[in-house]
Each structure stands twice: as structure tokens, then as C-alpha cells.
Nanobody
Framework: QVQLVESGGGLVQAGGSLRISCAAS????????MGWFRQAPGKEREFVAA????????YTADSVKGRFTISRDNAKNMVYLQMNSLKAEDTAVYYC??????????????WGQGTQVTVSS
């Protein structure tokens, strides 16, 4: 069982940067792949980025590639999403997720409650 709590969301101007965090509880955190998803108003939840249990592999959606970076610190049970060159279309609720590496992009096992990121143009 893994509990996930996101933080660090807020209001930022277009072109700015923001780092959001996800704190995980549970002794098995380091055995899970982790991911970030987002859901904009009126749209379906979409995959943003994922990182393998050891951090050696990452995958980023084309829509944010080159701007967003996922990372993790297993010693602190933390996952991060560094977001640069933010655009108005990045406005969404961002969710942290945990699961197995292969299905992490489509079917994570655990979800956080989300943190709002708003980009003003």
C-alpha cells in the first residue's frame, strides 16, 4: 500500500518554472515506478511523465518533452516534476501515481489527490 500526497502547485506566469513534489508513504516506495498525470478542465486525464523504480529510466509525453523533467529520491520517498517554459495549456490538476513500470502510463495502482497548477498568459 502506498499513499501519495502532492504539493507545490500554484499560479505562475507563462514562460516561468515550477517544481511540484509528491511525498509517498510506505516502506515499499522504492519498488514502484512513479508517474505524473494531469487533467485540465473539460478534458480527460493524460499521462505526463514516468520514472522507473531506480530512476534509471524515464519517459516523457511529447507535449512536455524538453520542458518537464521527472526525478525521484528514494531515500526521501519523494518524486518531483520540474516544469520549465510553462504554457497556458499546461494549466491542470497534476496527479502523482505509483505502479509497475510497464503499465504505469495507462494503469497505475495508486493515485494522489492532485495539486493545481495554473499558468497565466
Amino acid at each position: 500500500q502506498v499513499q501519495l500526497v502532492e504539493s507545490g502547485g500554484g499560479l505562475v506566469q507563462a514562460g516561468g518554472s515550477l517544481r511540484i513534489s509528491c511525498a509517498a508513504s510506505g516502506r515499499t516506495f522504492s519498488s514502484y515506478a512513479m508517474g505524473w498525470f494531469r487533467q485540465a478542465p473539460g478534458k480527460e486525464r493524460e499521462f505526463v511523465a514516468a520514472i522507473s523504480w531506480g530512476g534509471g529510466s524515464t519517459y516523457t509525453a511529447d507535449s512536455v518533452k524538453g520542458r518537464f523533467t521527472i526525478s525521484r529520491d528514494n531515500a526521501k520517498n519523494m518524486v518531483y516534476l520540474q516544469m520549465n517554459s510553462l504554457k497556458a495549456e499546461d494549466t491542470a490538476v497534476y496527479y502523482c501515481a505509483a505502479g509497475r513500470w510497464v503499465p504505469i502510463r495507462t494503469n497505475p495502482d495508486y493515485w494522489g489527490q492532485g495539486t493545481q497548477v495554473t499558468v497565466s498568459s
